[in-house]
Structures are given as C-alpha cells and as structure tokens.
C-alpha cells in the first residue's frame, strides 16, 4: 500500500498522464512488466479487473533495468483507487505486476511531514514534476545544501526550461486547399491528406495557437469553412486540433480511434498478397488508428510488428528467416522493417528463377542431346 502511495511514484504517472493527455482519473502505471510482454497480452489481463472495463495500453518505458517495462494504461471507467488491487497476476509461475493509480490529493503525503517539503511535493505533483527533476538540476557544489532557497532555485530553472518561446515567423509549407467537396475539386486535397498534413503543422510547427488556427482557417473554403466558422462562434477559444476534430466529426468516418484500434487487431493477411505488402497496409490502417489516439506514437513500432506476426498466416517461414518475434521487444521501424521484406521477398524470387533457368537449361541439354543420339535409351 506504502508503494502505491509513493509521492514519487504518483508524480511521475501524473507527469506521464500530462504528455499522453489522458485523463487521470481512468490512468494506471504498472510496474514489472516482462519487457517482451505483448501489449495485447497486456490488455487481456487488465481487461479481466471487472472495476477497469475496456483496457488501452498508451505508452511504455523502460524500467528500472532493461528486462522490465513501466506501463501507462486507460481505462474506459474512472478508476476507484479503493476498489483496484495493489497487484495482478498475469498467469502461473509469474512475477505480479505492481499496479499504481492517481490517488486523491489529500492521501498522497504524510500529514506528519507538514511544512515547506510537503508544500513543494504537492507542488511538483500538481505539475507533473517529483524531487528527483529538482536534484538532477542541483550542481554538485550544491547537492549537500537542501535548503529552501537551493530547492525553489532549482524549481524556477525546472518551470524556464518547460517555457517554449513562440516563433510565429518560421517558414512553413501552406496548406492546400480543402473544402470537404466531392468528389475533390481539381487543385485540393483530399480529406485524409489535407488533414495528415494539417496534423502535422500543428504537431511540428512552433508557433502560437493563433498562428496555428490563421493557417488552418486561410486554407478552407466552402462547407469545411462553414463548419469552422460555427465552431468559432460557440467557442471562439477552440483550438486548432479542436478545428480538425471539428472537420473529421463531420465529413470524415464516424468511428473512433478506439473502434479503429480493435479492427486494426483483427487484420490478416490476404491469399496471394505479399508480406510487404500485407505490412503497407497495416501501416495504412496504423496510421488512422493513432490519428483518432487509438495507439501512442510511442507504440506505433511495437504494435506494428505484434500485428504483423498475428496476421501473417501465409509467411511462416519468412517470419522464421528475418526473427521478428524474437525482435519484438525491440522492433525496427516501418521503413527498415519493409527494407528488410522487401529484400527477403527479392532474394526468394531471385532463387526461384534461377532455379527456372538450371532447369530450362538442363531440359535443353537432355534435349539436345536425345537427338544427337536419338537411338539411346534413358
């Protein structure tokens, strides 16, 4: 129970819960995970807390060693701390997880620490800080000297740090024109481009929000116009990622990211397709997934190779020959991974001509030399 009260421990799946935007009433963090655990493995064992319901994996990171992976899952359901166990077993002859949850605010310290430290730990929780952050910015002349004014010295360079000055004026590639009409008009995207690219100004751009909605709200016309139009009269202070969500809710597919993720599971490979081709459209699925937050883009690489193996029902032997389930725990990425198919796919039907030709040349031979002696006997 001490351990899932740890303040540091709570930080950090507070801190974690802020990067992936969940919310942390339905978050958990598991410590001791095997790290070639499958995610789907992992959901599977969640899931069966009744208290918990549906059960996403959303992030992992290595821990304390490289053998053991921190969890961050949501659960469909708010989480009752009291009700959750302090551990799961994920099968016979296995360690147990320890499973951690945002606990309420006022259970989290010591009501004996009181003063100054209980004031700054509550402090760095509430901004996804823990203590070690501030000890890691302590200069060694200075990591004996804990008084108040070294720690809110320490403090003040954590919170400069995590300010990023906008930049409004970085150049950028415009947007092209979009107006949810179809069939496309000749000279605009489509809506699964225009919105791939759109999504990614927001992610990689560095301006200000107001730069980021000008340059969305500068590339629409007609009825996608009109819909942002209304999305700004009913909050003029919505973003631009709200502007996309907007547009998807109304001309894109209805289903959520979540929907896409459980379909995305089921995927097999076709008779006569290809590996590589098999994985172009995994990753064209993939893709739709972790734009309606379906997976983390942390996972994309993880979840990838797991769907692959489960699918593949027709490369048994080409899965043998590259050892992707050994490599699961540290896959490739979709460009190398493909590379690699891709050559392997080649080398095979390389080998499968030549042995066409060896044999066309010694059908010609055998040929040959029947009618240089058409009285001999084989």
């Not at 701390?81 to 099968?91: I, R």
């Not at 010295?153 to 092209?176: F, Q």
């Amino acid at each position: 129970m001490a351990l899932r009260k740890d303040p540091s421990l709570q930080a950090e799946l507070i801190r974690w819960c802020k990067e992936a935007v969940i919310d942390e009433s339905h978050a958990l963090m598991l410590i001791n995970v095997p790290a070639h655990t499958d995610i789907a493995d992992i959901e599977e064992v969640m899931e069966a807390l009744k208290v918990l319901g549906r059960v996403r994996v959303r992030d992992t990171r290595e821990g304390p060693t490289s053998r053991f992976l921190l969890v961050l899952c949501e659960s469909k359901q708010v989480i009752d701390p009291t009700s959750l166990p302090s551990e799961v077993s994920p099968g016979e002859r296995k360690e147990p997880w320890t499973v951690i949850a945002v606990q309420p605010r006022d259970s989290v310290t010591d009501p004996a620490s009181g003063g100054f430290t209980e004031r700054l730990a509550k402090f760095l929780m509430e901004e996804g800080k823990s203590l070690s952050d501030v000890q890691a910015l302590l200069t060694p002349r200075s990591t004996t000297d804990s008084s108040p004014e070294s720690i809110i010295r320490a403090v003040g360079e954590i919170l400069e740090k995590a300010v990023k000055h906008p930049n409004d004026a970085n150049a950028y590639r415009r947007l092209r024109t979009f107006s949810a009409i179809v069939p496309t008009p000749p000279g605009e995207k489509n809506m699964e481009t225009w919105i791939e690219q759109a999504r990614l100004m927001i992610t990689e751009c560095e301006c200000s929000e107001k730069e980021k909605r000008r340059r969305i709200i500068e590339s629409l016309k007609g009825p996608a116009l009109e819909i942002i139009r209304a999305v700004r009269f009913s909050n003029p202070e919505s973003s631009a990622l709200q502007y996309l969500e907007a547009l998807e809710s109304t001309f894109g597919s209805s289903e959520s990211g979540e929907d896409l993720y459980f379909k995305f599971r089921l995927m097999r490979q076709s008779t006569g397709e290809t590996l590589s081709e098999f994985l172009r459209r995994i990753e064209k699925m993939l893709s739709k997934v972790v734009e309606r937050d379906g997976v983390q883009p942390e996972l994309v690489d993880k979840v990838r190779i797991e769907q692959l193996i489960r699918g593949a029902v027709n490369s048994d032997i080409m899965l043998l020959q590259l050892r992707l389930r050994e490599r699961k725990s540290h896959p490739p990425s979709f460009l190398s991974l493909l590379k690699e198919i891709r050559e392997a796919e080649e080398s095979e039907a390389s080998r499968h001509r030549m042995s066409a030709k060896a044999k066309s040349i010694q059908y010609r031979e055998d040929e040959s030399q029947h009618l240089c002696h058409p009285g001999t006997k084989g």
